[in-house]
């Protein structure tokens, strides 16, 4: 997909294929096609980026809270997102063991009820025996901090989720 198609977009359009670049934020590609038009795919994602950058605290904590944990509950359900559900079952999320579901099951209890949201990773970068690793790394940072790294792998979810929406177009992340 180039610039000028999707420059030629109207705001349905626009927020049926965006939409859910930034997981179940729907409003931030609502916000970002005001901004037509972009200058090249650089642009559009810069414009998705600078969005999330601008938000104060309430807002970014906000972003984090609408993605579901990783080997969560609805990953069980199978009421994911079709881009999250890609992600984690290619991140291997969906072959846990009881063991090791119920082990992710408490880190990620335990680092919400540490920092108030869930904990976010670029599935897509990660694997089974990564995800646990980092959970558990990551919940020894302090909270600013924390939420800087967390906003990063939202960026980089939605780098990737662009790229698969743009195809060739874009440079892969
Ligand atoms: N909690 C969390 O990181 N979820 C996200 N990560 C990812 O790669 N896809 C998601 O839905």
Known sequence: MDIEKVNSMDFREFVDVFGNVIERCPLIAAAVWSQRPFSNLEDLEKHFFAFIDALPLSGREGILRCHPDLAGPELQRGTLTPESQR????????????????????????????????????????????????LARRLRCLRAQELSTAMDEVKKIGRLRLADLLGSDFPKP
């Open 87 to 134: 992600e984690q079952s290619g991140a291997g999320l969906m072959n846990l063991g009881a063991a090791e579901r119920l082990r992710l099951a408490e880190l990620n209890a335990r680092y919400q009820a540490r920092f108030g949201f869930p904990f976010v990773l670029a599935a897509r970068l990660s694997d089974r025996e990564a995800v646990p690793r980092e």
